[in-house]
């Protein structure tokens, strides 16, 4: 899970340091995450898990670090409908 | 005077909250005693024939609040920096102000050592918040100092004084200076509290930068008003659709991309924000659907559109939306409205003749509000203000807004675009040719173009995109050393290296044929693309 997130916040985020440098608890704010980079990280989980995050669960703090998307993101894959579907981010 | 607006304040209710920021709010009567400080200080160092300027490199502390309105109150003008600029045009800046002075909070102390470098002439720099930790001092605290402390002394300055100067993408590359005095500003301020009645236990909420003019507006006609300005951590809209509520804020003010990002995160539901009661937006075309949303999770807000450039001090053009103009479908953007009080408008056509009531045109706006130019004059920037009479119209002295538009009987100006190429990024002025340029320089290619991508339906544009014919370095490497030189939302999003670029009949760069080839191009492309179209395409509501 956590490296699909990483290769979905290389491909989307617009990061001022590579991903790579990143552990999963440094934040993805102070590494130059914008409100734009947000919203592009954002749709694009929703594409490769086919699924719609729950507005609840959109919040500041859920885009803090990759340890927080993966914490919001796992009762989700595990409960909805789409668990089974498998994880499609590099279709190029 | 525009800090007079706090100071009278200040003198009747000292004891009220005026300023929240970094966890805790500060009453008037601090606020004032602060900023006497600053102001006495700042005096007693003024020396003959230097500039009557003051730089203030401050970020969202209360500090900056108090270096706002002390550099004010001693007579002189207030030139903000933004920790969010690259240090090189952070300089530029620095060296076209002529400030010989400047005001440092201890969040932007660190960011002087790459900044300090680059200056032949660097200011004195003094340390605003004298009594913040100062642990972790950069290498420049050698140079720091606190102000002076001198007796206090009656204020000094006139109305036609400079209050601050602001600086805006210039499309030769060099950010160009606008010099608003305190009759510009206080124009419009006045303009403001006649339009909107007081409403008690205001709270204002600033996400505006300093750097741009909407701060203005969100500081002095909260202060005339009595009310608190509420600075939050950050401006990023995710972060703030739960500031909004925590603080129970009443006043919005926003460029529409920051309302557009939280509708698009799913936080404009019905009744969201009840308790605002006056939201503004500006910078940018505010489309009907986002209006609409904004109505439904604001109910008790009255929304409205505002224009105008910096050039003309905040805003020259209002638009109240109402539920009957949402109605109709076939408003899908807001119009730029009705001339704010005191403020004239003409539609001319390339030779400043007046166009025929309802044809487009160029915008030329006039009034107390226009600036008495920019602050170098060259022969580009003297061409914005022209000296004309019209017939109805009472001013002489006219600014060429660039903007295209035509005017209603029933909704005032609408917009339709610019004469040239300069565009907004999330409410952002960026001129093309300045970031061509940078391009040009930090890729070394033989050609480049640069494209606003992806645009939405309202024309507004998330981002840019670079193309650039024989490239030297990785595109990743290009955009990086473009990062040290364009603020952030001038940098293109992507870098594509081409063979050639499209060329039209005239053998100019066909930029048209170029978006319509990338568009096509990323439909079947990679997942950032098709994720930036989505995020250009009409959102969920």
Not at chain 1, 12 to 18: E, N, Q, R, S
Not at chain 2, 106 to 127: K, Q, S, T, Y
Not at chain 2, 195 to 217: M, T
Not at chain 2, 366 to 393: C, H, K, M, N, T
Request: hydrophobic share 45%; aromatic share 8%; proline share 6%.
């Amino acid at each position: 899970m956590k490296a699909e997130l990483r290769s979905i916040i290389a491909e989307t985020a617009c990061l001022d340091v590579p991903v790579a440098t990143l552990s999963d608890t440094d934040s993805l704010y102070d590494a130059g995450l914008s409100s734009l980079g947000t919203l592009r990280v954002m749709l694009a989980i929703e594409e490769a898990l086919n699924l719609e995050i729950p507005a609840e669960r959109i919040t500041f703090d859920t885009f803090q670090s990759i340890e927080s998307l993966a914490s919001m993101l796992a009762p989700l894959i595990q409960e909805g409908p789409t668990a089974s579907a498998p994880f499609a981010t590099t279709q190029r | 005077m525009l800090h007079a607006f706090f100071f009278d304040s200040a003198a009747n209710q000292p004891h009220s909250a005026a300023l929240w920021v970094d966890g805790r709010a500060y009453a008037y009567g601090e606020i004032e005693a602060r900023a006497r400080r600053v102001s006495s200080g700042l005096a007693s160092l003024a020396r003959a024939g230097e500039a009557r300027r003051c730089l203030l490199f401050a970020h969202r502390s209360a500090a900056a609040y108090w270096g706002v309105l002390g550099i004010l109150d001693a007579g002189l003008a207030y030139v903000p920096l933004s920790p969010k600029m690259p240090a090189a045009r952070i300089a530029a800046i620095i060296g076209q102000s002529g400030a010989p002075s400047m005001l440092v909070d201890h969040r932007c102390a660190g960011m002087l050592d790459d900044v300090l470098p680059l200056l032949e002439n660097p200011p004195r720099i003094f340390l605003l918040d004298e009594d913040a930790d100062h642990s972790d001092r950069p290498a420049a605290a050698a140079r720091l100092q606190p102000l002076p402390t001198a007796p206090c002394k009656q204020s000094r300055g006139a109305v036609d004084d400079i209050a601050y100067v602001l600086f805006t993408s210039g499309s030769t590359g060099v950010p160009k200076g606008v010099p608003i005095t305190h009759a510009n500003a206080d124009a419009y301020i006045n303009g403001q509290l006649q339009l909107h009645g007081k409403v008690d236990n205001a709270r204002y909420i600033q996400l505006c930068e300093l750097v741009f003019d909407p701060s203005v507006h969100d500081m002095f006609v909260c202060w005339a008003n009595g009310g608190c300005l509420y600075v939050p951590d950050t401006v990023d809209p995710l972060f703030n659709a739960d500031f909004v509520n925590r603080h129970r804020i009443t006043h919005w003010n926003s460029v529409a991309s920051a309302a557009g990002f939280m509708q698009q995160m799913r936080k404009l539901a019905p009744g969201a924000f009840p308790d605002l009661r006056v939201s503004l937006f500006g910078g940018e075309p505010l489309p009907r659907s986002l209006a609409l949303a904004w109505m439904r999770a604001a109910p008790n807000s009255r929304v409205f559109h505002m224009y105008g450039p910096t050039e003309a001090t905040i805003a020259c053009t209002g638009f109240e939306v109402s539920g009957a103009f949402l109605e109709d479908a076939r408003n899908t953007v807001m119009p730029l409205g009705w001339p704010l009080p005191g403020v004239e408008w003409m539609i001319v056509d390339a030779g400043l003749e007046p166009v025929a009531f309802g044809d487009r045109g160029e915008l030329l706006v006039a009034g107390p509000q226009i600036a008495g130019g920019y602050l170098v004059q060259d022969e580009a920037g003297s061409r914005r203000f022209v000296e004309r009479s019209y017939p109805g119209r009472h001013a002489r002295r006219w600014y060429r807004s660039g903007d295209v538009a035509h005017a209603t009987a029933n909704h005032g100006l609408v917009f339709h675009g610019r004469v040239d190429r300069q565009v907004k990024i999330r409410g952002n002025r960026v001129e093309l040719e300045e970031v061509e340029n940078v391009v040009q320089a930090c890729s070394q290619g033989t050609q480049c173009a640069v494209i606003p991508w992806p645009v939405d339906e309202a024309g507004r544009a998330a981002g840019l995109v670079a193309f650039v014919v024989n490239a030297r370095g990785e595109p990743e490497r290009v955009l990086q050393a473009c990062r040290r030189r364009l603020p952030l939302y001038a940098v293109p999003q992507r870098l594509v290296v081409v063979d050639s670029l499209p060329l039209n009949a005239n053998g100019k760069i066909d930029r048209m044929a170029l978006a319509g080839q990338f568009a096509s191009d990323t439909m079947a492309g990679r997942t950032v693309d098709r994720v930036a179209q989505r995020v250009a395409a009409h959102p969920r509501a």
